[in-house]
């Protein structure tokens, strides 16, 4: 080596930092450059003269390196950056970047091959170290877009279930401000009577339970008085009771009050709209006139409080609420249901638990409290001060039949009232039985009679001898009523 190549070539080799390897043309080891020992851990005699590839023990036999030195290099001057990963007994794993010069003879052979050696395994493990981090954050916040995606439609539904709730709190408030008008509270239940009583008590047994209620009686009882009394003793009492008349519109309205409907469903909707099932979700809806629904949407009422379940309308989405339902109705539904007007099924749902509202006359003892009370009342409001009911007077409102009950008995003293000029009462009304039935007819007395003992007969529900019996309203003892009916040809359905 000495002779070829002098000791300035040394001299250069030892002054590059990085491992340098001299080769022959046949890839044994010429010379390397004390970076090379000290780096690979070899000593000057164990590498020169030998094949590179047998360095070390044959840890060089590396085939990136021989792919390089005897097939890329044949054909090629210089390599640079020729990167080459390879596993060291003596050193471990090292990722190094090969540059590689081909020195020629004047005849152009291969004199010398130099490989230079960059040890770039700390380098490259940080790069890939990072490009690892940059790959996990990538895929972090990957998950984390898909993550903000789906809050954003949760936060979409929950703004939706906000609006509706929403919605569903203004038509509450509009039936609270009814309600404040209306000062309403038990108490306002005016009645002594043991039928009066016998009905708080049915109250009082049935507001705690979630039971639907059905409230029977004439017109002006006072049903939807004890539809509030239930309300107001149930859990539901701090929010509205929510209250539809089945009566007040004509059937194709009442079905888009009562579920509701989308904008578009129909003409005039022009936007979404809940509907009673929905504002009365989690209160009562009380049911005004429930003999009135129509037929066609008696399968829709019995599928909301079979199941909870209904459509609003111009929707295929389900709604479910969680609703008390009180219904109340001066009709016999019973005999409805005969008639074929009535759907039994929806009768027996609703019938569970029936209460039904005396008829004035039937508690005639509660008539002088109602007209303390509405005396009071009524002249409080109209800011007059009558204190003073003549015997003959509460005579005349106690015998009195009240067919229109206490809302006729309301009326007949607002008017006597106002037109009384004193601290005494003075009665305007006449207070007889209506008679037009019989004028300008031509029906016969046995008719007349015949309708009138059927309309009693239904509404005690047949029962013709003992309290609140038929024969008890007409005044007739039970044998006459019998014998009358076989004469008028009434039989019992
Ligand atoms: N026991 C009572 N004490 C005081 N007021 C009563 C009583 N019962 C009814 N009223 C009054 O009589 C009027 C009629 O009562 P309500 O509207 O509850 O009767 P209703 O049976 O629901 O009538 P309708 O069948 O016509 O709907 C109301 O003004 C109500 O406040």
Redesign the pocket.
């Given at each position: 080596m000495g002779k070829a190549y002098p000791d300035i070539f040394d001299s250069i080799l030892g002054s590059i930092r990085e491992p340098v390897v001299v080769l022959d043309p046949d890839l044994k080891v010429i010379k390397a450059n004390p970076s090379f020992y000290d780096t690979f851990n070899v000593n000057p005699k164990q590498t020169e003269g030998v094949l590179i590839y047998d360095l070390g023990n044959r840890q060089w036999d590396i085939p990136k390196l021989k792919e390089l030195l005897e097939e890329i290099l044949p054909q090629n001057t210089k390599l640079n950056d020729f990167e080459v990963e390879h596993h060291f007994e003596s050193i471990g794993r090292k990722i190094m970047h090969l540059n590689a010069r081909r020195i020629y003879t004047e005849e152009n052979h291969t004199q010398l091959i130099l490989l230079a050696i960059e040890d770039v395994t700390d380098r490259e493990y940080y790069k890939r170290n990072l490009e690892d981090i940059v790959e996990k954050r990538t895929a972090e916040l990957r998950i984390a877009r898909e993550e903000a995606l789906n809050s954003k439609h949760v936060a979409e539904n929950a703004l939706e279930k906000i609006k509706c709730l929403k919605d569903q709190l203004e038509a509450e408030r509009a039936y609270l401000q009814e309600e404040i008008k209306l000062e309403f509270n038990h108490e306002?239940?005016?009645?002594r009577s043991n039928e009066?009583k016998y009905v708080f008590y049915k109250v009082e047994q049935i507001a705690a339970a979630d039971t639907n209620v059905l409230v029977l009686?004439e017109?002006?009882?006072?049903?939807?008085?004890v539809a509030r009394a239930i309300h107001g003793l149930s859990s539901s009492k701090d929010r509205a009771l929510v209250k539809m008349n089945c009566a007040a519109l004509p059937s194709n309205l009442i079905e888009s009050e009562l579920f509701g409907h989308e904008k578009g469903a129909f003409t005039n909707a022009y936007s979404r709209r809940l509907g009673r099932f929905e504002i009365a979700n989690g209160t009562t809806l009380f049911l005004?006139?429930i003999g009135e629904l129509p037929l066609d949407l008696q399968p829709k009422l019995l599928q909301v409080i079979e199941t909870g379940e209904f459509e609003r309308l111009g929707s295929s989405e389900t709604i479910k609420v969680d609703v008390r339902i009180i219904a109340?109705t001066?009709r016999n539904l019973e005999a409805e249901v005969r008639k074929g007007t009535f759907r039994e099924d929806l009768w027996y749902r609703l019938n569970i638990f029936p209460i039904t509202?005396p008829p004035l006359r039937e508690r005639r003892e509660d008539i002088p409290l109602?007209v303390d009370?509405f005396i009071d009342k009524i002249s409080k409001r109209l800011g007059k001060s009558i204190n003073l009911v003549p015997v003959n007077v509460m005579n005349t409102l106690r015998n009195y039949h009240w067919p229109g009950n206490?809302?006729e008995l309301?009326n007949v003293l607002e008017r006597a009232v106002i037109n009384s000029s004193g601290p005494k009462l003075h009665l305007v009304d006449e207070l007889k039985k209506p008679n037009k039935d019989l004028t300008n007819t031509n029906r016969t007395l046995a008719h007349v009679e015949r309708e009138y003992i059927l309309r009693v007969l239904e509404q005690t529900q047949w029962k013709v001898s003992g309290n609140n019996s038929a024969s008890e309203i007409l005044g007739l003892e039970r044998s006459t009523l019998r014998a009358r009916m076989r004469k008028l040809d009434i039989h019992k359905p």
């Open positions: 306002n239940i005016i009645g009066i009686g017109t002006g009882t006072g049903k939807e008085l005004d006139e109340a001066n509202m109602l009370y206490i809302r309301e």
